[in-house]
Nanobody, 128 residues
C-alpha cells in the first residue's frame, strides 16, 4: 500500500512563502503517476490547486496561477508545492493525491474522485 506523507505546512503572514512536500513510499510512484495538490478550507469543498503529470507538465487553478509552483523529484519520489505571495484566502488543509494518468484525468484532474491515493494533509494558515 503506497503512502503519501505531506509536510511543510505552518503559519505565515500574508505575502510570505511556504514549500509543501509530499513524500511517496512506493518505488517510482511519483515518476509514473499524475499528482495533484488539493486544499480544503473549513466549510468549503475540496478544490484542486495544481497538477503535474508523469512528464512534468504543470497546471494551476486560476486562484494560484503565478504564485504557486508545482514540481517533483522523481529520484526522491517526492512532490513539492512552492507557495509565494500567500494570501489569507490560501488558508486551508493541503493534500497531495495521486492518480493514474488516463485521458479522463487530463479532463477532470481537479475532480477529487479522479485521485485514488491521498495523504493525510498539512495545515497552512495565512494571517492578514
Amino acid at each position: 500500500q503506497v503512502q503519501l506523507v505531506e509536510s511543510g505546512g505552518g503559519s505565515v503572514q500574508a505575502g510570505g512563502s511556504l514549500r509543501l512536500t509530499c513524500a511517496a513510499s512506493g518505488e517510482s510512484f511519483v515518476r509514473t503517476k499524475c499528482m495533484v495538490w488539493f486544499r480544503q478550507a473549513p466549510g468549503k469543498q475540496r478544490e484542486g490547486v495544481a497538477t503535474i503529470d508523469a512528464g512534468g507538465r504543470g497546471f494551476y487553478a486560476d486562484s494560484v496561477e503565478g504564485r504557486f509552483t508545482i514540481s517533483k523529484d522523481n529520484a526522491k519520489n517526492t512532490l513539492y508545492l512552492q507557495m509565494n505571495s500567500l494570501e489569507a484566502e490560501d488558508t486551508a488543509m493541503y493534500y497531495c493525491a495521486a492518480a493514474t494518468c488516463t485521458p479522463r484525468w487530463y479532463i477532470s484532474s481537479f475532480d477529487p474522485s479522479e485521485s485514488d491515493t491521498w495523504g493525510q494533509g498539512t495545515q497552512v494558515t495565512v494571517s492578514s
